[in-house]
């Protein structure tokens, strides 16, 4: 049986995306993905479902070595999400938001407030406070609570159920414009998770 590229780790035009991604060396931080102003060099057939899971052909991206080193040259442009190296940008589909909240502790940080860091599917660890805000929408179809949270230049991620259930247990209760709404503290920044007209009580 011929074995497709998801189960060799061949990529075929992603190996310059592969490379650009390594050059980022341990402890360097991520590549300087805005700073990059390449060419659009069309789609490629990735996309990234609702539950994080990544897919290229069709296929499931088994190697989370390398669904790390992908997300670290992914970008939101105006057009859409985008795999971006110095010389290329390739756009994808992402049905949702690009990364999932799996895990969230409550710390205290260096000024002695309390903080909520994430931990995403992906590896990056975020402090939501002023720049990485807690933003809550309503699903239309099933009118239940969607929570984002922002990782980095535009990207989201979807706050798991079981991580969300936890931000209720922390949540407190506060006026917003008049009414009573829950929501949690962290790094200074207050953010609503319920609509306007929620109580504790």
């Known amino acids: 049986m011929t074995k497709t590229g998801t189960e060799t780790g ?4 992603l190996d310059s995306v592969v490379a650009a991604a390594r050059t980022q060396a341990p402890g360097r931080g991520l590549p300087p993905v805005h700073l990059w102003n390449p060419a659009h060099c069309g789609d490629i057939d990735i996309v990234i479902r609702k539950d994080g899971l990544w897919f290229h052909e069709g296929s499931p991206i088994g190697r989370e070595a390398l669904v790390r080193l992908f997300s670290t040259v992914l970008r939101k442009d105006p057009d859409g999400f985008h795999l971006v190296t110095p010389v290329e940008k390739m756009r ?7 990364f999932i909240a799996v895990r969230v502790d409550q710390v205290v940080g260096d000024d002695g407030r309390p903080v909520l860091r994430f931990v995403t599917n992906v590896g990056d660890t975020v402090d939501a406070g ?3 805000a807690i933003r809550v929408e309503t699903d239309a179809a099933t009118g239940e609570p969607r929570p984002y949270l922002h990782v980095r230049r535009g990207l989201e991620a ?20 008049g009414e009573p709404t829950l929501g949690v503290e962290s790094g200074g920044a207050w953010f609503a998770i319920s609509p306007p007209g929620t109580s504790l009580a």
């Open 10 to 13: 061949t990529f075929g035009g």
């Open 158 to 177: 979807l706050i798991a159920r079981s991580v969300f259930y936890e931000l209720a247990e922390l949540a407190d209760e506060r006026l917003v414009d």
């Open 92 to 98: 994808i589909r992402v049905e949702d938001a690009p």
């Open 130 to 132: 002023p720049d990485h």
